[in-house]
């Protein structure tokens, strides 16, 4: 009998029946009355729901392209950008703002940690900022950056537009926009939302709307937020065609998160966070992030001395779950499990239990069921 395979990367992350449901429906035209009601409802639940005053576009397209979007309009050629990097992803936007012709200043953390906030504050009293970058939770190492607390910060730099890369935090970490002082925030539907891939979701605020104004034209036409701020107005308006049937399934992932409670969820990935990771600890492996920055979302792992990537991880596969490979000077040398969005508790103990059997079958010195011990224990106190 072949072996069910559970899908335990950062991203695409599984993916709920009902949800599932919602993306086989007969599609129907953008312009149906009740598809756009239901297109209307879903811009005004995550409004409130991130606590956003300003828009919120919902787009064909990936996590890149809401890079590019948060860029586009808020800076001008010739602006100076702050990128501040906890990783491969945020460096990402490196050449995003150079290939439009921006001025990158950089501030990079060692892997598996952040960015301290006051080296922050005393590189933005350097110049004037049109905008800054912060990934929230960046992939490639497994930290989360303190937002809210740059958010803080930021109101002693009203000049600069602060933008969250939450693509792996956004529904599975702690982020409203106007409570955390955010000017723009983007993510992507595969990740913490438990959705297919396919969908950016971008909130701006008054004060990122009001810059993008003032740049009258930009080159770009897609990302555009002033071509798509009547269609997120008025559904049933036409600029480019929505993916209709993601739409859905995204307005399904939001009710189940309205049922759950946001706050709930935020909590929920906190403890099973802590259960994975102490578990994962506990069978020899080394959280690359350091305590006090480590995500909730996912954990990287770093292999014990010995370890042969490609083998442990062709074990899991045979053994029932797909996991990452580390990136950067990382490649090779740690695994990445995702731990976010629509898991439950059946998950968790599975994913332990293969994790052990794969590392017995590569020779590591592992006591079989003690993770699974460890998750057990975490899960009913």
């Known amino acids: ?104 200043d950089v501030l990079s953390a060692e892997w598996g940690d952040t960015v301290p906030v006051e080296k922050i504050r005393e590189k933005l009293k350097e110049k004037k900022y049109a905008a800054m970058t912060v990934t929230h939770v960046d992939t490639s190492t497994g930290v989360c950056a303190p937002v809210a607390e740059i958010g803080e910060m930021m109101k ?15 529904a599975g970490e702690p982020e409203y926009v ?37 740049l009258g034209t930009i080159p ?19 600029y ?12 399904e992932s939001v009710r189940i998160m309205k049922e759950e409670g946001l706050e709930n969820r935020y909590e929920r990935h906190k403890k099973y966070a802590k259960a994975m990771q102490s578990a994962l600890e506990a069978l020899g492996f080394k959280l690359l992030a350091k305590e006090g920055c480590r995500a909730v979302t996912l954990s990287n792992l770093v292999y014990p001395e010995g370890t042969d990537d490609a083998k442990f991880r062709g074990l899991l596969a045979e053994e029932g779950i797909m996991v ?3 990136l950067g000077p990382y490649a090779g040398k740690m695994f990445r499990l995702g731990h976010m969005g629509n898991i439950d508790k059946h998950d968790l103990v599975s994913v332990i239990a293969t994790v052990e059997r794969a590392a017995y079958r590569a020779g590591m010195n592992v006591e079989l069921g003690k993770g699974v011990a460890i998750v057990q224990k975490s899960l009913v106190e």
């Open 324 to 326: 990452a490979g580390g």
């Open 220 to 238: 770009e036409s897609y990302v555009d937020f002033e071509k798509w701020i009547p269609i997120m107005h008025d559904p049933s308006k036409y």
């Open 156 to 170: 002693e730099f009203p000049e600069t537009i602060y933008i969250v890369d939450g693509v792996c935090a956004t």
């Open 1 to 104: 009998m072949k072996t069910r395979k559970l899908l335990m990367i950062p991203g695409p992350t599984p993916v709920a029946r009902s949800i599932q449901d919602q993306m086989g429906r007969e599609t129907v035209a953008f312009g149906d009355p009740a598809f756009v009601k239901d297109f209307k409802e879903l811009i005004e639940d995550l409004k409130v729901m991130f606590k956003c005053s300003g828009e919120v576009f919902v787009l064909a397209g990936s996590g890149t392209m809401g890079m590019e979007a948060a860029i586009a309009n808020v800076t001008k050629k010739g602006d100076d950008v702050l990128v501040v990097s906890n990783g491969f992803f945020g460096d990402r936007f490196i050449d995003i703002c150079s290939r439009k012709g921006l001025n990158v």
């Open 240 to 251: 480019a065609t929505p993916a209709v049937n993601l739409v859905w399934a995204l307005k």
């Open 178 to 214: 106007d409570d955390m002082n955010i000017d723009i925030l983007f993510t992507g539907s595969q990740k913490a939302f438990g959705v297919a891939p396919g969908l950016t979701m971008i909130w701006a605020n008054q004060k990122a709307l009001e810059r993008r104004k003032s």
